[in-house]
């Protein structure tokens, strides 16, 4: 049995071996619920699809064919860049209203979940203008 797309394989192993690890932590718990056995039907389910795909030379071409389709990429990169844009807003949104929360109620733990958002939101600014200079300056 030949391993034709390893990153796939990869990844059905580690959803697999997390379905097998909530499963067992769910058992040594004692605590198996509705929602605890979806989770681990779902990522047994997903693991062994994903499994059964890398080992399949067919299937193999295919996802590689549907990555390398320029309409694919375009549609990946234009939700990436909407996604973080979103963060960016969220993250923002979500420090503002910690900081305000903080003084207005003199709790110190709004105001320290908001001075780490305010420092993610940084992060992403710089990271921004980092990558932005780095493809302006290759293109």
Sequence with gaps: ???YNKKAFASGVFMTGLGV????MDILNGSTDLNG??????????GFGTIMRSLSKRLTREDKLEA???RNQLIELKSK??????????????MLVLLVMGKISGYKNFITMGVGLAFAFTISL?????TYMYYEEKN
Excluded: H, P, Y
């Design 1 to 3: 049995m030949k391993i």
């Design 68 to 70: 390398l389709d320029e």
């Design 81 to 94: 860049s909407q996604s973080f844009r979103l963060t960016q807003i969220i993250s923002f949104l979500l």
């Design 21 to 24: 690890l909530n499963l067992a």
């Design 126 to 130: 710089f990271t921004e203008i980092f």
């Design 37 to 46: 056995i979806i989770l681990v039907t779902l990522l047994f389910l997903f």
